[in-house]
């Protein structure tokens, strides 16, 4: 049965206003924020509409990305093609509203908003999540809590199972189909499995994977509290408990899943409320929220606390920084230029952080030019995209920056999505013979992400000719859109997401 048009070009529509609000957008943004695709958006969403009516939408290739959790351990983000991402996210919203209606309010994750059309503010859900466990506990602070989480849970969804369970809410049609054709094409890829890590469209999967365990808890008898896989469940003995983890792992064995010894533990009535709360920070910001003397010099004494500890926590400097980029204190700049290093995963909240006192403090821009090869920071090539978006955004054009981006890009072996930045800002900061490297470059790249961004890099060197961009839309199918856009000249080339900019 052929897919309606009319859906598809609604529900694209929806998925391409939603690109660069998701925190995978921050984590691995476009070089230029697909100004390319937003100039020909009708032709672009015309031809995907045709390709998947044609069948023809799978992925043939998606760069796994290593994100850091920690200066030892990685998460594999998935960086689709944006045609695919576009695909995806779109066949998910048009099955959100079913979905969502068949997840239990005990999930606070990923939440479909029916009337905004759109998925919750994470960080708001997170937060919620935490109180209403909270309130749970003090009103019956006899139970003890459960608390749990999936190993390597979006890895081992088993696409077979996540179709059966679309298939069975009564999800629009061609959402399943194009759902469950994507992932076991995604599935078939080399070096990936489950569903991608990265867009937040796969948490509305992921509740619905889990739904069976939500319902399983509750026919027991118990209370839980659950975002995406981390669970919090209350009950009034710990035998009870521990036979609701049996359980609930038996039924995740039948999903191909299976609980993290690591993170599983029952706590103690006595312990919960330090398991679920930061005094130290509900203090701070009930301080700064109503402006009590005194506690800008409390959030710099847990600033202090925070770092003084090995390893120093991400959730706790995370909460640190933002804070007092809000309150407009730099008191952390002279830390983090001395040790970001030593938190490599924590390179785009301490470059959004420095952002904001980047003109105020001389030592910031070199501090963090210097980083980019010569600091621990350079083994991590996430941190190396980030620094270069940062002095893409503060206009470093320091010399160091130049042989560093050069360095970068003609290095095959460095990922792909940090030598695309480093083109980009090749061609911000062209020099005299810069645009004929630029475009030696290009004619040798294979990489067609890399060499989109040289190719909007030779034209902002002024290597661009318009016969240059005719060849370039006839012989190379891939990068045909993004020479149309820039040969309509545009004045401007959009710069990547970055987080300062984008609150």
């Not at 093609?81 to 606070?108: E, F, M, N, T, W």
């Not at 095959?412 to 090749?426: I, P, S, T, W």
Request: a positive charge; one cysteine or more.
């Amino acid at each position: 049965m052929p897919i309606p048009e009319a859906p598809l070009v609604e529900f694209l529509d929806l998925a391409w206003s939603q690109v660069g609000k998701g925190s995978g957008d921050l984590d691995l943004p476009d070089p230029i924020a697909f100004a390319d695709v937003n100039y020909a958006w009708p032709k672009f969403r015309a031809e995907t509409v045709r390709k998947i009516q044609d069948g023809d939408y799978k992925d043939t290739h998606v760069e796994i990305v290593d994100v850091p959790k920690d200066r030892l351990m990685v998460r594999p983000l998935a960086r689709l093609q944006l045609r695919q991402r576009l695909i995806y996210d779109a066949a998910i919203y048009g099955a959100a509203h079913v979905i969502s209606k068949a997840i239990p309010r005990a999930v606070y994750s990923y939440r479909w908003w029916r009337r905004e059309r759109r998925i919750l503010a994470p960080k708001r859900s997170w937060i919620d999540w935490k109180r209403d466990a909270k309130r749970f506990h003090l009103n019956h602070p006899s139970w003890l809590m459960a608390r749990t989480d999936i190993a390597s849970f979006y890895e081992y969804v088993d696409i077979d199972t996540l179709g059966a369970d679309l298939a069975s809410l009564g999800a629009p049609p061609w959402t399943v189909d194009i759902i469950r054709n994507f992932l076991r094409s995604f599935n078939n890829l080399h070096g990936v499995s489950g569903i991608p890590q990265g867009p937040d469209s796969s948490g509305i999967l992921a509740n619905l994977y889990l739904q069976p365990v939500d319902i399983q808890l509750k026919d027991q008898g118990f209370v839980h509290y659950r975002y995406s896989d981390d669970m919090l469940i209350f009950g009034q003995n710990w035998l009870g408990l521990r036979d609701a983890l049996l359980k609930m792992n038996r039924t995740l064995r039948g999903r191909r899943l299976i609980l993290s010894s690591a993170k599983t533990k029952i706590v103690d009535s006595h312990s919960i409320l330090g398991e679920l709360e930061d005094m130290d920070k509900d203090a701070i910001s009930y301080g700064l929220s109503v402006g009590i003397p005194g506690s800008v010099k409390e959030l710099r004494k847990y600033f202090d606390r925070t770092v003084s500890r090995d390893p120093v926590s991400a959730r706790d400097l995370r909460y640190g920084l933002n804070r007092l980029k809000e309150s407009k204190d730099d008191y952390a700049v002279s830390w983090l230029l001395a040790n970001m290093g030593e938190v490599p995963h924590m390179a785009r909240d301490m470059l959004s952080y420095l952002s904001r006192f980047h003109h105020a403090q001389p030592e910031i821009p070199s501090t963090v030019a210097d980083s980019l090869m010569n600091s621990k920071l350079s083994l991590y090539p996430f941190a190396q995209q980030h620094l270069l978006i940062y002095l893409i955004h503060h206009r470093v054009a320091a010399p160091v920056v130049r042989e560093a981006a050069w360095s970068l890009l003609r290095d095959r072996n460095v990922d792909g999505f940090v030598r695309e930045f480093a083109a980009r800002f090749l061609g911000l900061h062209s020099r005299l013979g810069d645009a004929a490297r630029l475009r030696q470059e290009f004619d040798r790249e294979s990489d067609m992400r890399v060499r989109r961004a040289l190719l909007v890099a030779c034209y902002e060197s002024g290597h661009c000719t318009n016969h240059f961009l005719t060849s370039v839309q006839s012989s190379a199918r891939p990068l045909r859109g993004t020479a149309r856009y820039l040969k309509s000249n545009p004045a401007l080339i959009p710069l990547p997401l970055f987080e300062e900019v984008a609150r």
